[in-house]
């Protein structure tokens, strides 16, 4: 049959288009932030899904349901990848006591969608998740946890469950009222002390929780680039405020060898063997490196639409002088830092060596000894090769190149130049 591959890509697509179309459906209360006293303003009457809930402000135009100016909530988004120090910066949110945290719940998304391709390059996929990450964002940052309940396997019953991906690294998730197992008293609780403590999650409670706090914070590390949010950058519902995190292309890739054993498991055999193997996945480098490329230039480039929204923070910055850049990014924000931010940086950026090892996400250890070890890990061939395949990003980041081995492994000298980034206000 001519054309058959045309045919599988649309009966793939359409599948995955169904089982969204599916999911959006299914939600009693597709969108939180538009909610309120008289649904016939919002096109709510002949049920949920009358209107296109999420394209746009359809029918929502002339009511003043979100006075943002009154509850003024900051909407903070960390834009990351994988290994790139998010969750040191997910923490340095989290810490706060008026911020309600989310790790990565765009992981339900992913698996829900596309669980086979998890790493999919596909264009028509990737619009089918970033279209649904978007709009379960949106719900979020309005505290519409039930929407979440969708994507989660298996479907929560009577709004819990014990799956939410990473609920221990929430604080407000392990803390009352939504799990009574530890006091105020009991200070950090650790996350593997809260998923085994606190149990089923029950999803009201964590909405509540998450209207009581003044503002809510989401880390993700599976949208590409800042021009895929472009939509939700722009919701005049919303107050986001981007932090775009990179770290040294080097270092990730440093990291995620040591961290995903099996999915990177030939950068190891090139690391142990000195050869690089035929059938190296080198997009496992590229993609970060054209991401940040992308991203970067958009958000260097000022376009209006991230005016007072966008933030680009280096991880090795934050590494080597944790405080202080702390107080720029919650200057950034708006908000004042308060004492427990101060607290977990001062417990957590010293050397507490005996806890780094068990924590694979883990943010306990000394960050700023840790932000170059990689020099230490990698062979100078696979830092070679990195250094060409992202040169460009290298030098827009103020990450130096090294010219020999001996110059990658004496720490005498940082590869990470002074380089000012300012949040575009
Ligand atoms: C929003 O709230 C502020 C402060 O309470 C008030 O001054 C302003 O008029 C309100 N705006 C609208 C559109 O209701
Ligand atoms: C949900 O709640 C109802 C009513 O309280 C109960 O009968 C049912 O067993 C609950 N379902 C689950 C799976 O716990
Ligand atoms: C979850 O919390 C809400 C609010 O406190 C409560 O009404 C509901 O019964 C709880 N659900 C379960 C299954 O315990
Ligand atoms: C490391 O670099 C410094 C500064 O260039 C130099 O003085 C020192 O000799 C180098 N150390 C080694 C072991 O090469």
């Known amino acids: 049959m001519q054309c058959s591959w045309k045919a599988v890509i649309l009966l793939a697509l359409a599948s995955i288009a169904i089982q969204y179309t599916a999911i959006r459906t299914l939600t009693s209360k597709p969108f939180q932030l538009c909610p309120l006293p008289s649904p016939q303003n919002c096109g709510l009457l002949g049920g949920p899904e009358t ?36 969750s040191f910066v997910g923490q340095l949110l989290n810490q706060h006591s008026d911020v309600f945290y989310l790790f990565e719940p765009l992981y339900h998304v992913q698996t829900t969608l596309i669980p086979r391709l998890s790493h999919s390059r596909n264009a028509a996929d990737r619009r089918v998740m970033l279209g649904a990450s978007r709009d379960l964002l949106r719900s979020l940052y309005g505290c519409d946890l039930y929407f979440l309940e969708s994507y989660i396997k298996p479907a929560p019953a009577n709004h819990t469950t014990d799956k939410l991906f990473r609920r221990g690294a929430s604080r407000a998730l392990c803390s009352q009222p939504v799990c009574d197992a530890f006091s105020p008293a009991d200070g950090n609780v650790e996350e593997g ?105 958009t958000g260097l480039s000022h376009p209006h639409w991230l005016k007072g929204k966008y933030m680009l923070v280096r991880y090795e910055d934050l590494a080597r002088n944790p405080l202080v850049k702390t107080k720029e990014i919650y200057d950034y924000l708006g908000l004042p830092m308060d004492r427990y931010v101060e607290e977990w940086i001062q417990a957590n950026t010293r050397g507490s060596t005996e806890l780094s090892a068990k924590h694979k996400y883990g943010t306990v250890r000394d960050s700023a000894a840790n932000a170059e070890s990689w020099r230490l890990k990698l062979s100078y061939d696979m830092v070679e090769y990195t250094q060409t395949t992202c040169e460009k990003v290298l030098h827009q980041l103020g990450y130096k190149a090294v010219m020999s081995a001996e110059e990658l492994k004496n720490m005498s000298i940082s590869l990470v130049q002074d380089k000012t980034f300012v949040p575009f206000l």
């Open 193 to 297: 002390d809260c998923v085994k403590k606190c149990t089923t999650l029950n999803m009201t409670l964590a909405a509540d929780a998450c209207r009581e706090k003044r503002h809510v914070a989401i880390k993700i590390v599976r949208v590409p680039e800042i021009g895929d949010l472009r939509a939700l950058v722009e919701d005049p519902r919303l107050n986001i405020k981007v932090i775009q995190l990179v770290r040294d292309p080097r270092g990730i890739l440093s990291s995620r060898i040591e961290t995903f054993r099996d999915t990177y498991r030939l950068w190891r055999i090139w690391r142990a063997t000195g050869r690089r193997p035929y059938n190296l996945d080198l997009s496992q480098l590229t993609v970060v490196c054209e991401d940040f490329l992308s991203s970067v230039s």
């Open 51 to 86: 209107e296109p809930p999420f394209e746009g402000r359809a029918g929502c135009d002339d009511y003043p349901y979100f006075n943002f100016s009154a509850s003024r909530k900051t909407h903070i988004l960390v834009l990351a990848t994988t290994r790139s120090g998010s």
